[in-house]
């Protein structure tokens, strides 16, 4: 799936849940106006759903945050590579920060395989995953 056609769709879904919850508080308000119950319930939201999270990303090691450094005087950006639903990704970044929501995001459908840090030149100074 086209990454926008995914970005939109993720929109739809924020927007349907906003409006679930502005259902629920219409009812909720009803309530309170006749004083007793309303025969509806709140539905349930894709946001409820808790998942446990794992305390390590899959693929990466547990030293992996502390390889996600600042850039150096010479290193202009990160350049991740990364497989996303069966395709092979490169994207530039120049803050940690985005690498490590990245990282955290990995799952069956999306592996970073390799990081490095890049000059002004686009030279290779370092590889902080592999």
């Known amino acids: 799936m086209p990454e926008d056609s ?13 409006l679930f919850v502005r259902i629920h508080e ?25 998942v446990k999270r794992r305390s390590t990303a899959p693929g990466a090691s547990p030293g992996t945050k502390e390889k996600l450094r600042k850039l ?12 996303q639903l069966g395709q092979t990704r490169v994207e530039t970044h120049d803050s940690p920060d985005a690498l490590r929501t990245l990282l955290a995001a990995q799952g069956a459908q999306l592996q970073v395989q390799m990081i490095e840090t890049l000059d002004a030149a686009g030279t290779v100074k370092a590889v902080l995953l592999k």
Do not use: K
């Open 72 to 83: 150096e005087d010479d290193e202009l950006v990160y350049r991740v590579t990364y497989r």
């Open 6 to 18: 995914q970005i939109r769709i993720n929109a739809l879904l924020l927007e349907r849940e906003a």
């Open 26 to 50: 219409i009812e909720r308000a009803t309530s309170a106006l006749l004083r007793e119950p309303y025969p509806f319930t709140r539905p349930t939201l894709p946001s409820d759903q808790r």
